[in-house]
């Protein structure tokens, strides 16, 4: 891709006044736990998505995407009439948080550009919010902290975009280190980093299947957890978290709850469990028993939670069987997107191919599929910084 500021130059006549980025992400493990007040761990990917910002002294608001080749006029008292591309929310979602804080009352010009891939569960979304959160907070002089910049993208996200989201995307992306897993406890906010071993390699797979959160079954799982939670605080009072439940409350309270939503609650609680014994196996460097868990999770996502597909089942079931793969399991919401492989430095990049050969020929189509590192997160890129993407 053409150079960022060239890019800004071209578009708007000129220079940029803030570039920022902010990577992808994985979902290591804790499926569905986040929204449920429980842990979840996630790490950032080497993908990234770099916006420039310049702002302006009249009303006037223009946007650029580079990987849309699509331009979009609109202005500070318009942008939110809904007729605008869908790439768009996210950048004006994050603005309009800043003019409720009453920061900001004109127009801005701004340039999008990323590598990491949309609809497929690797949190490109969350990218955006930050690396615009941050240009912002550059550029009005805010110094406002990274929990708040995370706070307020996942507002953006919930309000502006509309998907009930927890807060894991935003968190990794905004708190990822390199070689760092953040661990987020989402009932509080708070998080740590995990250093990941270093004998570790993690590959992404992505299936052909591309996904929406907006008006999806995502939306129906929140309510279906909020049902069930609503439905136990009959019987256990005071509860706030479906994931701090015991998976004997489960059993104990099936009953009162129908088939549906008690698979749903038993995926959530026995989920937050095996985020605490990945953990600990991983801590305790017992690499293989921490990736039986990523099966685990990967089998509960798809029995209980109901939230993965062929695809996702047949990358997973064919990476399974490699012995240099500790574990795999899908990644992110589900229902399509991408899943993600623990492997040692055995699995090599014919392993990798020859998955890739098997899934093309069930599906007729070729997944992409990657090793990262883990990379650090969302941060305001320095002057001379040239090489996006
Ligand atoms: C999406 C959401 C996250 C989380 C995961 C599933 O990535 O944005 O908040 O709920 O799905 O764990």
Redesign the pocket.
Known sequence: MQNIRQVFQDQFNHSLAALASAPGRV?VI??????NGGT?IGACIKKRLYVALRLRDDQVIRLFSQNEDERVETSVSTYSNGDLPHWTAYPLGVFDEFRMLGSIENGFDMVVSSSIPTGE?L?SS?AFEMATALAFNELLGHDLPTSALVGLSHRAENRYVG?P?????QTVVGFGKTDGLIVLDASTGRHHVFQIPSDVRLFIFRTHIRHE?RHSP?EQRHRECRNVLIALSKVIPGIRHLAHLHPMDITAYDIIMDDILARRARHVVEEQRRVGTFLRTLHEGDIREAGQLLNASHHSSRSLFENSSPELDFLVGQLCAIPSVHGARLS??GWGGAAMAMTSSEFSETDASAVADAYESMFEARPGWWTTSVCEGAKVESEDFVDAN
Do not use: I, K, P, R
Not at 30 to 35: A, E, F, I, V
């Open positions: 979902e804790g499926n569905h736990t986040d929204y979840v569960g949190s969350a998907v989201c927890g807060l894991l995307d959160l995502y992110g919401a």
